[in-house]
């Protein structure tokens, strides 16, 4: 019968008597595993920060921009001309079946005034259904209402970076601000939102209804004239229709023949996002991957290593033989002298991953999410490496000639 506990008490000691190779045989392990768990971290924080960017623009969201004007025979890019109207808005959602509700979006940067303190941001004339479409929530206060943006009233909500830098720990709500020398009350305050996977602050802006904007703040170059159009599409499933139904229509109302170009740019963005998605994810399990190498080279070097050590202890083996233990007695030694390694190296990889990506996190800015599986699998790939790898050797030590190998010098 096989004696396991004093197998691995010898294993024990026979690593003991050579703990600096010991060591640097385990160095592969460590940092294979600590390679594994630090980009899994750094990726799956990638993948996480695109989702939540996802959340944040709402669901089943197409956007429809303005066309591109031409200078020169030099074309300038979707959204430079000015070719979309709140009618056209409207119309969208009334007459284009897979339509849920559509958001008007007309935009500018000006000077943000509460008693002496001022901040520079992004302000956006919008409708309710924007904070719908988008999903966003309120943290206090209201939204303003569509008789408000029927009547251009001068009401606003402001993002959490907004009421940080004017009213500090001061409620806003009830507060007049002044935006281009117009007063302004602050009806509401958004929750926060965060960065966007591009860095912008989602929260450093203003939202005034857009009749106010178009009319108080940036005034048109045409009566009506905005600049982006959110859609939502009722059902994920009714985003083709959606995009075929708004195209149709706006061809129809802005008289663009079969055979000439398009106004206008009808984008999914909600699709867009999700591709970035699946490609951080894939490098995340790329970067995994790569990452894995190391296991394997570190478990050829424990193989490297148990082989020197078979040949090194030839007459052990053959005195364990010669005093009775079996091939398999010999065969588990090695094997479990190469899973001590491995996974004692997996522990102090698991360590180092940690701490690495805790440090990459803190020095580099970079959020990194520790993942428990990804622990759990490094530290289990380890311990396979070790079987694995110390397999060759301990059969080939169970092989020696008993004889033979008390003869060996």
Known sequence: MINIPSIVSISFRALRVNKMRSALTMLGIVIGVGAVIAMIAVGTAASNKISEFISSIGSNILMVLPGATSAGGVRMGAGTQSTLTLNDADAVEKECPAVARVAPVLSGVAQVVYGSQNWSTGITGTTPDMFIAREWKIDSGRVFTDQEVRSAAKVCLLGQTVVDNLFGALDPVGQ???????????????EAKGQDPGGHDQD??????????????????????????????????????????????????????????????????????????????????????????????????????????????????????????????????????????????????????????????ALAGWDTIISPFAIILAFGFSGLVGMFFGFYPAYKASLLDPIEALRYE
């Open 176 to 190: 007049v601000i002044r935006i281009k020398n117009v007063p302004f009350m602050v009806v509401g305050v958004l």
């Open 204 to 361: 450093d802006a203003v939202y005034v209804p857009v009749t106010t904007a178009q009319k108080k703040l940036f005034g048109t170059a045409f009566p009506g004239m905005i600049r982006i159009m959110y859609v939502q599409a009722r059902e994920l499933a009714d985003m083709s229709a959606a995009e075929r139904q708004i195209t149709d229509l706006l061809k129809q109302r802005h008289h663009i023949g079969p055979h000439q170009e398009n106004d206008f740019t009808v984008r999914n963005i909600t699709q867009i996002l999700q591709a970035r998605e699946q490609s951080a994810n894939m490098m995340t399990i790329l970067l995994g991957a790569i990452a894995s190498v190391s296991l394997l080279v570190g478990g050829i070097g424990i193989m490297n290593i148990m082989l020197v050590s078979v040949t090194e202890r030839t007459r052990e083996i053959g005195i364990r033989m010669a005093v009775g233990a079996k091939t398999w007695d010999i065969r588990l030694q090695f094997i479990i002298e190469s899973l001590i390694l491995s996974l004692i190296g997996g522990i102090a990889g698991i360590v180092v991953g940690v701490s690495s990506s805790e440090l990459l996190s």
